[in-house]
């Protein structure tokens, strides 16, 4: 049961701790033929390395099976267990081994088979094999996610003893209806999630008449209510007879299926993601069978119900609720204090409004987790209110809490999970409850609140907390001692002052995200970064940081992102960073660091995708070796002394070539986590000047392509490979000593919006095939030596004259009315609104590129690895799209997927 109340990431964390167990213990008990020295006959142990010949096992989990003397019992073998008086094979467990390849039908020549699991393994695409029909003894056959697809062999019908039948998340097929499947009466437990079942008219009476059936999963089957017409032949009373859960989430159902409430054993219903609209109160009144009595798990997340939450007290058994993410904008009756056997309540992301009072509690006594995040929710509680539960989980975020912190937060001393952000509470520090925080509790979210004063020594409290956001407070003093094994450290966005040195004690070597930034910390950095070896991303951002580089930035070689924006450092590029070779954020810009760049830069930091350097002293010549840096999209090195030529490999910058390289997320693809580290809202973020305006992009970083050279003191003409970065977006050589002509090619930077070449000596004409930049909407061409007539007939009259001023022999529209010894110009007055409506579209073209989409490839980022080990249902991308706030969406990201979890936990025993 306690299960059910994991929250991610623990429950991610605990999954992986599952299987890796498995992998480092050599998982499955050795079988019991082992104990009595029983031996495995001669024809079964063939049949076994028959079937190894047909696996590929790159994890070694069969190494026990072998042809070698001292391995002749194949009742000890891995995943292998033998009949305690026969020795013959009767149960063979290979789930969640990672294995590949093909199942051989030699398992034929394993008559006593009655168990058989081979889930979570990798087919690679094949059929099930129909042999497996034959294997007639089978009582358990277990074949989910096994990258299964084709039909799914009918055969399988001939099983008649088959108790539990699992074939859900691969790629299968079932042509037709499922009468093949009605003589299997044995079945106790049934899952076809996955298989489209829209052909399959009789699915409703075929599996309501199954005479034992307690479990079915029948989740994204492309079930509808119209595809239950054959419910109305089919026989109520002989239906159904001993249904204890099911689960049809993620189909198409738009009503509860009326038959549901007449399931008297009935104990857990899950029609999560569908579309389930109108009032809740409407769809619940289905349940008003017998149901109702029975029914502990209540699972309607993910749909579009609205209005407010029924009178639970009529369902008295009930355990869990599941209503996140759907449209309730009703209130939370009072009522639901009655169900005294509740353990779960999550109406999180719904737009409820309530004042929520002791009441809606008073009999919740075995209440574990609750969730009311993302809602108007306002909860009042009397100031000494003792609530009769003791929860694990907590989630309120944007909950009304404050304005004082609340007392009954501290009556709870079990929680595993705290997150009170942005919940309106502006109090002073509870400094006596710090140091004395819950024994387990792991994450303590208080974030984007008014919480002011000083924080005392955090370390002297229980060490359990290894995940701390305390950012957008308005926390002050000296950074104060935390416990050694603190893994997520977010203090951002406080008042936080004095040295660095204090979170030196955090020594464990487990910290992975240390964010200091906006902040007024001061001083040199002291030299303890080889205790954090882990360390993925650092950001010590707006802050007064001084001195040079600490050499044991050396040891950082995890880091992936490296934020020192806006303090004043000083020095040399810093030599330790050579070591760093996983960074792919670097921002040192507004800094004092000085001299040259060194050519190491491409050699030993070659995933760089953002490199900022802009407002230092940098000086020299910038190094041909930069171009190496395939992954680079954005490169500013503003506002330094960098001389000599801009480098004419530039095109060698492939990644601002290639439309494959923009997403959202600047890491999509390879930003590799260690796996389930907890990373919080986290994203990079930098001050980007484009369009002669500087602004601070978040979630759309990756989104730009930029080259950013401006007020340095380079000369030599503008490389006509610049031409070939086909996907940049800004492209800034102002105030430099640059010459010559503007590339006649310029027109192929479709993609361009931002083009500044301001402040220097070029000459010529402006190339006609600047008027194909069709997104351009920031141009500054002044002060330079052009000549000739601007374009004309293009959205070059759309800008301001002042974008072609101190160009001596410019002429023509918008800079003049004509050029010398020209006709009048013919309908300038035409041509300026239209330029002026595209330059409005191209503005709409702008936002649409870059606030839209958001959220998506960090997902993919963030989860990547989970995402193949675990999930494979599509996840919903729609939810991101509405979000703005990183955090929300985050949370969203977390809340989506974590009935995914629950299933692997209730699979996984
Ligand atoms: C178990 O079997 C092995 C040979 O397979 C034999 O040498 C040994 O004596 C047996 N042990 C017992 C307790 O029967
Ligand atoms: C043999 O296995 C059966 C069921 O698997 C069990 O009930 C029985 O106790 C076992 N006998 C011995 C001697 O281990
Ligand atoms: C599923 O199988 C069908 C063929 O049966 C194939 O066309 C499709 O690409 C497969 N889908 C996935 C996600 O593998
Ligand atoms: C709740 O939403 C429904 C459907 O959008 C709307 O008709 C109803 O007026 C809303 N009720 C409240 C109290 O806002
Ligand atoms: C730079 O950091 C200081 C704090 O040290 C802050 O006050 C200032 O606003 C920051 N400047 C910018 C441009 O962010
Ligand atoms: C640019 O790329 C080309 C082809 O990949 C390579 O031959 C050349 O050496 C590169 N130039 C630089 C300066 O990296
Ligand atoms: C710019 O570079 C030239 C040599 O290319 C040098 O003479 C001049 O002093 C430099 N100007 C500045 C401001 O550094
Ligand atoms: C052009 O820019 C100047 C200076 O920024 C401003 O005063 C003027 O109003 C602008 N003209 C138009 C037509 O936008």
Known sequence: MGGRSFKLPYALLSLFVLVHLRLVLGGVIPGVGDANNISCPEGERQALLEFKKGISDPVGWLSSWGSEDEKRNCCNWQGINCSNQTGHVIQLQLGFDSLEGMISPSLLELPYLTYLDLSYNDFNHSHIPEFIGSLSNLEHLDLSECNFSGPIPHQIGNLSRLQYLHLGDNNLTNSGNLEWFSHMSSIEDLDLSSINLSGANDWLEVVSSLPNLKTLDMSVCNLSLMSLSSFFQFNRSKSFTSLESL???????NDIPKFIGDICTLRKLDLSGNNLNGQLIEHINDLFGCAKDSLEVLELAMNQLWGSMPDFAMFPSLKEIHLWSNKLNGTMPKTIGKLHNLEYLDVSLNYLQDVISEAHFSNLSKLLSLDLSGNSLTLDFDFNWVPPFQLDYLYLRSCKL???FPNWIRTQRNFITLDISNTQISDTVPAEWFVNLPPKLRSFDISSNQIHGQLPNVSTMSSSVQIFDLSANRLEGPLPLFSTNVSFLNLSKNRFSGPLSPLCKINDGQL???????NLLSGRLPNCFMDWPNLLILNLANNNFSGEIPSSFGFLSNLQTLSLHNNTFSGDFPNSLKNCSNLRFMDLGNNRFSEKIPAWIAED????IVLILRSNKFSGSIPWDICKLKYLRILDFSLNDFSGMIPQCLNNLTAMAHK????????????????FSYIGDYVDSAVVALKGREYKFGKNLGLLKVINLSSNN???KLPTEITSLLELVVLNVSKNNLFGEIPQTIGQLKQLESFDMSWNQFSGEIPSSMSELQFLSYLDLSFNNLSGKIPSGTQLQGFNATCFIGNRALCGPPLTPKCPGEETPNQSLPTDNGSTEDDEDNRDEFKKRFYVGAGIGFAVGFWGICSSLILKRS???AYFLLLDNMKDWLYVTMVVNKARFWRMFQRQG
């Open 247 to 253: 689960q049809l989430s993620d189909n198409e159902m």
């Open 605 to 608: 930091l070659p995933q760089l």
């Open 875 to 877: 996840w919903r991308h």
């Open 660 to 675: 494959a390289y923009s997403s959202t997320n600047l890491f999509e693809g390879f930003f590799l986590l260690p796996i």
């Open 714 to 716: 380079l000369t030599g």
């Open 512 to 518: 992975d995200f240390l964010d200091l930034s906006d």
């Open 402 to 404: 404050g304005p004082r």
